[in-house]
């Protein structure tokens, strides 16, 4: 049974910092990219950020785009986002998700990701 578990999330001053973990189990970690996405309140989901499978490269959306970093490390089937400078608007309850791949792309639909964690909420306040 495939589980990911997100961890981090938090209330913070607009300007701060919070780092997003998220654990997974169940799956071949590996052959997994690995992608972020965020709902508001009252908004559609959307992609924040990505991760090859092998963590060569990754994808921001522009929003978020020198402010956000994501990482991973496939020993321990963990994927991470650091995300600096927070602004009130990045308040959203935040979703990690696995997309299986042969390749090194980074897709940036959520209909592309096969398994979904439950979220963990991130709070900015101004």
């Known amino acids: 049974q495939v589980q990911l578990v997100e961890s981090g999330g938090g209330l913070v001053q607009a300007g701060g910092s919070l780092s997003l973990s998220c654990a997974a189990s169940g799956l071949t970690f590996s052959n997994y990219a690995m992608g972020w996405f965020r709902q508001a309140p009252g908004k559609e989901r959307e992609f924040v950020a990505g991760i090859s499978r092998s963590g060569s490269s990754t994808r921001y959306a522009d929003s978020v785009k020198g402010r956000f970093t994501n990482a991973r490390d496939n020993a321990k089937n963990t994927v991470y986002l650091q995300m600096n400078s927070l602004k009130p608007e990045d308040t959203a309850v935040y979703y990690c998700?696995?997309?299986?791949?042969?390749?090194?792309?980074?897709?940036?639909?959520?209909?592309?990701?096969?398994?979904w964690g439950q979220g963990t909420q991130v709070t900015v306040s101004s």
């Open positions: 998700a696995a997309d299986y791949l042969l390749g090194p792309t980074i897709r940036t639909g959520g209909s592309f990701y096969d398994y």
